[in-house]
């Protein structure tokens, strides 16, 4: 069973600081990493996605893969209160469907 | 460039009811991916269909749960005789027909909230 694992939290940070989210997965055939950002009551919307070892930036997120270790995480810089939502890990193993972790809860204070 | 779109955003059904959850997939894509979310519970992958073809049912319930995407018109999740552990928020998405092997970025749709009473 190929499994993405996600800390639900929350995960409570100040606003300005830096959120680090966290996801592990099982298999190490796995191709493909997203991050998906979903507010209450709404759809998942895209934030990034990574494929090879390494970093990826973009923006205020920064994403990182590390298949040997076989985790992926998240980096939020200048946390909002705006990035209050759930966010969502999601990974193919080789096949086109989404098999997404559970979700963490981000909570930015002011 | 209309996104994902999906019709009805809100369905209420009562026990042993049809429900038909309608998906039109972003301009280009031909692609489409079904996912279910239970309350407070992560997102489940369905059913995946190109045109005219299942590719992939092997999330899909083995009963009264049943899809397709035409060769004409939206692609269609039809829930047979439901039950109220059906309700949920039943999303798609759509990705483009290039690359495959799962590396291709699925975008959602806003979601249909069916609620069985």
């Known amino acids: 069973q190929k499994e993405v694992e996600q800390n639900s939290g929350p995960l409570s940070v100040p606003e300005g600081a830096i959120a680090s989210l966290n996801c592990t997965y099982s298999d190490r055939g796995s191709q493909s990493f997203f991050w998906y950002r979903q507010y209450s009551g709404k759809s998942p919307e895209l934030i990034m996605s990574i494929y090879s070892n390494g970093d990826k930036e973009d923006g205020r997120f920064t994403a990182q893969l590390n298949k040997a270790s076989q985790y992926v995480s998240l980096l939020i810089r200048d946390s909002q209160p705006s990035d209050s939502a759930t966010y969502l890990c999601a990974a193919t193993f080789n096949t086109d469907k989404l098999i997404f972790g559970t979700g963490t809860r981000l909570q930015v204070f002011p | 460039n209309a996104g994902v779109m999906q019709n009805p955003r809100h369905l209420v059904r009562r026990r042993g009811q049809e429900a038909r959850l309608r998906c039109s997939p972003m301009k280009g894509h031909s692609h489409v991916y079904w996912y279910r979310q239970l309350p407070e519970e992560g997102l489940k992958f369905m059913v995946y269909?190109?045109?005219?073809?299942?590719?992939?049912e092997s999330g899909m319930p083995k009963e009264r749960f049943s899809a397709e995407f035409p060769k004409e018109g939206p692609s269609i999740l039809r829930i047979q005789q439901v039950v109220r552990g059906d309700s949920a928020a039943y999303f798609c998405?759509?990705?483009?027909?290039?690359?495959?092997?799962?590396?291709?970025?699925?975008?959602f749709g806003p979601g249909t909230r069916l609620t069985v009473l």
């Open positions: 998405a759509s990705s483009p027909p290039t690359g495959g092997r799962g590396t291709d970025t699925q975008y």
């Open positions: 269909l190109q045109k005219e073809n299942i590719i992939d």
